[in-house]
């Protein structure tokens, strides 16, 4: 597949509107140790790239990584190594079986030739090479990279959003029910602790109701970053919908996620919330329910189960409060 510029301008009106930078200038990694040929090769490229020469395919392995290079152009004929080798390396390598790679071949080598793009090098050129061939297949595969990592960026951009939730970037119910599972077996196999920490915000539907949708929307993403402040990196936040939110705690017990709950909660009473436009303070109050991993037949079901009878409690018995 060759990706032209249309393809790409088409694929970025795809995906909302962004254009990719094609970029004129790529980042180049020359392996190469014949003087002469070397010395017009890079001539030619620097107008429009960086390019970094090197001699010995040691350091390219090296050095490879930590370029961030476009391509990687290697001479087949070497003279104290194998270039075919060092593709061969550079293929297997994590750090940089991605990165293109083009060859420089004699010509009448067809045998090693065909092992190289066998092996998944990606063009290649016969000497004597020919300075507006190699700009062009240059500029070609720097183009086609650039696009590469578009996709890429994209393509985990896209993985991110299907677990987290746009309105507060927390994890969202998909990701919980992905992972709670595995987070309770872990506990359960090694005898520790897991708490599950079942929060719902009092009265929200009057929040928007009095101060708009908008101002609701305002005050969950608040919400969510005291959520955030209140617990450590291994816990689990999640907002299961609505003004539902979830911490899952490893290595944690029923008290101590009492306690976390209890200073979540007056963490949230204590300060009026001050949000978007509207100046005027917006008084909060959530309640919680906490439970436990118990005993041996336990389930995260029946975990979540308890954590909402907690939940119903606290609500029946006034709000703004936590039961465990
Ligand atoms: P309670 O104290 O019993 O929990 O009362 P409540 O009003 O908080 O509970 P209820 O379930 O009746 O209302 C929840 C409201 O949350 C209703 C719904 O319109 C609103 N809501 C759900 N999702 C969102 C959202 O993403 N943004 C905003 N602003 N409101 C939302
Ligand atoms: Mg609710
Ligand atoms: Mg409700
Ligand atoms: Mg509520």
Redesign the pocket.
Known sequence: MRASTEEQMGFAAAMGGEVVEAGRSGRILLVEDREGAAARMVDALKADNDVVHLTDPAEALLGAPDGNYDLLIVSLNLQNADGLRLCSQLRSLDRTRHLPIMIVVEPGEEDRLHRGLDMGVNDYIVRPVSTSELLARVRTQVKRKRYTDFLRSRLEQTVEMAVLDP?TALHNRRYLSNHLDTLFQESADRGRALSVLLI???????I?DTHG?DA??DV?RELALRLRRNIRGIDLACRLG??EFVVVMPDTSLDSAYLVGERLRQCIAAAPFIVGAHDRPISVTASMGVAALEYETDTPDLIMKRADQALYCA?RDG?NRVVA
């Open positions: 309105l719902d915000v009092d009265h929200f539907k009057a928007n949708h609701g929307d969950l609505g003004e609500k709000r």
